[in-house]
């Protein structure tokens, strides 16, 4: 993608060379929700055109003090609410394998920007999927780590009791080494393994488009593993469990922006702000009892196996139509919601390509929690191994 298709994807920064450390050279993009000291961090928003942090959030400093190269801050959704990322104030973020398609959201920049060769490494946020999402359309590596194992000082929040903050990258090697970064680990990295045991959650495999069906299934053949089919109570309730709770903080954290200057918000993200306006503490209360719940099910039901796998986005790559964008968040979010109220960790990498359209399709494999190390081996097998489909496992660049 040349410059031209780039301006609503990144805003460059020069912070001159980079220094020693286990990422060296690499260049690295920052979603435009995470502080960058002397530059503006607006969140995708109207509101914060003009804001200037005076820090860098502890993420951005933990990986530029290990060598990397900060280049540039990135489109997403307006504060970080959205999975298409057509709404920010920067202008829509599209799809580099394709323009006329979304790249996923809310770090659909960030996402972009990776599969776009622009960033070798960036950081996104997820709360309902917005790492997972947009590296699936995108043909990606996201990590959604572990919940509280990422400080998130200085990353604008959505939703404290399911935000994290984590890395993609075109492989996943270069993930795993910025997941110890992020962490303070020096531990070494895991090396590439098979699962032995993989559970497929039953419950979210009834209606998957067949094309993205067909390339999940190859992959999981290419495991040889124990496949081993799960029910757990109440998985199909876990995305309402998540807008609760999402757009109760929402009304909160945004109350004086929604009463005093609505018509700053871009028209989608107002919509779902408002949805959390009637959303009473009692309501939420409940949500936070039944994510507790369903966590500890989650949990049990993982004891058996080694991961779970369930494909990332249950469709194609849709085409940018933002008016009908709430129905389609809902369609894009149904398989990653379950694994936000999961306190364990999920990586979502490209597997092959829809044999229709020639896009991305990417799976889920979520661990249990503190164990990004058999998540990241088993990643880095299937990510070496995965089989040739549509355009092929070479992966040429969008």
């Not at 435009?32 to 993420?59: H, L, M, Q």
């Not at 531990?187 to 998957?208: E, F, N, S």
């Not at 994510?291 to 940018?320: N, Y």
Request: proline content about 9%; aromatic content about 4%; hydrophobic content about 40%.
């Amino acid at each position: 993608m040349d410059d031209a298709g780039t301006n609503s994807v990144i805003r460059r920064v020069d912070r001159g060379a980079p220094g020693p450390g286990p990422l060296a050279g690499v260049r690295l993009g920052v979603k435009d929700n995470i502080d960058v000291a002397g530059g503006p961090t607006t969140c995708g928003s109207a509101f914060f055109a003009s804001r200037v942090p005076a820090e860098d959030a502890e993420v951005v400093r933990r990986l530029t003090s290990a060598g990397a190269s900060l280049v540039a801050t990135l489109n997403l959704s307006e504060f970080a609410v959205g999975v298409t990322n057509q709404n920010s104030a920067a202008g829509p973020c599209r799809n580099p394998w394709d323009l006329s398609r979304i790249p996923g959201g809310s770090s659909g920049g960030s996402g972009a920007a990776v599969a776009a060769g622009v960033v070798d490494l960036a950081l996104g946020t997820d709360t309902g999927g917005s790492i997972r999402l947009p590296a699936s359309a995108c043909g990606v590596v996201g990590l959604r780590p572990t919940h509280g194992s990422i400080p998130m000082d200085g990353v604008f929040p959505v939703c404290d009791d399911v935000d994290t903050v984590g890395p993609l990258a075109r492989d996943v090697a270069l993930v795993a080494r910025a997941q110890r970064v992020l962490t303070g680990s020096s531990a070494p990295l895991p090396a590439a393994a098979p699962p032995r045991r993989i559970g497929l959650p039953v419950q979210l495999l009834t209606d998957i488009d067949p094309g993205v069906q067909a390339v999940v299934d190859a992959a999981v053949a290419v495991f040889g593993a124990e496949v081993v089919p799960i029910e757990i109570e109440g998985l199909l309730d876990a995305q309402d469990i998540v807008y609760t709770l999402v757009y109760a903080d929402l009304a909160r954290i945004h109350a004086s922006r929604l009463a005093s200057e609505p018509e700053r918000f871009h028209p989608d993200t107002l919509v779902r702000v408002g949805l959390g306006v009637d959303i009473t503490a009692d309501e939420r209360a409940d949500a936070v009892t039944a994510r507790r719940a369903l966590q500890s099910r989650i949990s049990a039901a993982m004891e058996g196996v080694d991961l779970f796998l369930t494909p990332t986005l249950p469709v194609d790559v849709p085409r940018a139509d933002p008016d009908d964008v709430l129905r389609v968040s809902r369609r894009l979010g149904q398989l990653t919601y379950p694994w936000s109220l999961h306190a364990g960790p999920t990586l979502a990498l490209p597997v092959g390509f829809h044999p229709g359209s020639g896009m991305p399709v990417g799976v889920q494999l979520t661990a249990p929690e503190d164990a990004e190390d058999v998540l990241l081996a088993a990643g880095a097998w299937l990510f070496n191994h995965r089989l040739s489909h549509g355009r092929g496992s070479d992966r040429p660049s969008p």
